[in-house]
């Protein structure tokens, strides 16, 4: 798939695109897990991330245009990591992107793992056209997510009972938290035997994803 490269707010984002096959497909922008600048390099998230690409390959596979990127300081995107606010200021340009590349698209899906779910959800709270979302291994119990109050679109949470840096509580209290709340339903699914990263169970992923996606047209 072709490199390409978006304008953001610190400079070149680099990207990864794929088109709709119909015009007025719906949009997906995927967002990865935590960068991790202190830590070794064999952990820093990236688009390239296996849960990140598959969820990139199912929305594609779906029908959707699909788009996933580097946060600023990853790989070849230019900038330095901001603790979360210039990563959304990041998502923000790659959500504008794709837009303009599908003036048509019937609606937007935001898609995150982890960090990046965290990053998608407060995306989701400043652009009324994301229609839905969905939210792979939430960290409820380390980054606040009070903000979601009102929530403004139903989605999709997705857990393993293995997960041992997100907590399974936590999840399930934001799953329910917003559902609670008028017009929000939460589709809130914890897989049997599966860890943070779904090692080996890649394929559990799709299957949820792909069959949460046929709900919602």
Known sequence: MPEIMI?????????????????????ALILHPHPNPEGEVMHRGTMNNKVTYALFHTLAKAGYATLRFNFRGVGKSQGAYDKGEGELADAAAAMDWLQSQNA?????????????????????????????????????????????AP??????????????????????????????????????????????????RLDDLVYNVTDYLETIG
């Not at 019937?106 to 939210?135: N, T």
């Open 7 to 27: 304008s953001g707010p610190a400079g070149r984002l680099e990207a990864r695109y794929h088109p709709p096959k119909v015009s007025g497909a719906p949009m």
């Open 104 to 148: 048509e698209a019937k609606y937007a899906v935001v898609a995150g793992f982890s960090f990046g779910s965290w990053i998608a959800m407060q995306l989701l709270m400043r652009r009324p056209e994301i229609y839905r979302f969905i939210a792979v291994a939430p960290p409820a119990n380390k980054y606040d997510f009070t903000f979601l």
């Open 151 to 200: 929530c403004p679109s139903s989605g999709m949470m997705l857990l393993g009972d293995q997960d041992d840096i997100v907590t399974e509580p936590s999840v399930r209290q934001l799953a329910t938290k917003l559902s609670r709340q008028k017009g929000i339903k939460v589709d809130y699914r914890l897989l049997s035997g599966v860890d943070h990263y779904f090692t080996n």
